[in-house]
């Protein structure tokens, strides 16, 4: 989702109902009409990966965004957004709809026992058997560092190998196999690449070697590359 008409023609999908246009003000009438069939219930509504949207809504002027923000002020509905950057520099324009407007709540790796069961309980519900569960769910844990997206490629990698066996058992070597492919190290590198700055690229490469490092001694390591 990138524009309005492709936000209006998903949320069309999603709820069931026609949109007659992409205009931002069209939002108003279809969640008032929406809570009059829900009987005034509260709606929500969550939108992931709204960098790229809310990047479009500013080059027009934030028409969208301002209606989430009224409808919300309104108690019409509320919003919950998931993005990076992008949303992250709104939250602290001025000029943004969403200044002083949200309430933030920052996502990190999730926490050991939360990778487990993402490992573990998809797998158990599929009948796949492991040849030695605990190390090789800790194995997923350290090579993911804890990362959900990571974590998902990883048990996509590995069902994939079950199938093409044709059995119901992730072996040992399944994983092994998972962490030296080229498919997944050009996975890891866009997932923790992907977004990052040029000058966070630059601080990867040239710490790379050192096991743990401070701020200063990323200071001297890129003077001694001439850069400040």
């Excluded at 590995?158 to 994983?175: C, K, N, P, T």
């Excluded at 070697?209 to 701020?215: K, V």
Aim: net charge negative.
């Amino acid at each position: 989702v990138t524009d309005y008409a492709s936000f209006f023609e998903s949320l069309s999908l999603s709820m069931g109902v026609a949109v007659s246009s992409a205009d931002p003000d069209t939002l108003r009438r279809l969640l008032l009409s929406q809570r009059q069939r829900e009987l005034g219930k509260s709606l929500v509504l969550l939108l992931d990966e709204v960098d790229r949207l809310l990047e479009y809504d500013r080059q027009q002027g934030h028409q969208l965004f301002g209606v989430f923000r009224a409808l919300s002020q309104e108690g019409v509905c509320r919003f919950v957004f998931c993005g990076e950057r992008h949303l992250f520099a709104r939250l602290h324009d001025p000029l943004s709809p969403l200044f002083n407007f949200c309430s933030v709540m920052p996502l990190s790796y999730l926490l050991p026992r939360d990778a487990q069961r993402i490992v573990e309980e998809p797998m158990d519900e599929l009948g796949i058997l492991w040849e030695d569960r605990p190390a090789m769910v800790q194995e997923i844990i350290r090579l993911s560092s804890c990362h959900p997206n990571v974590i998902q490629q990883i048990c996509q990698m590995l069902l994939q190998a079950v199938s093409q066996r044709g059995d119901r058992l992730i072996r040992q070597e399944d994983l092994a196999a998972v962490r030296a492919s080229h498919t997944f190290q050009e996975f890891l590198i866009e997932v923790t690449w992907g977004n990052a700055t040029l000058l966070e690229r630059l601080i990867t490469v040239v710490m790379a070697p050192m096991e743990t490092f401070t701020l200063d001694d990323v200071r001297q390591e890129l003077v001694a590359y001439h850069l400040s």
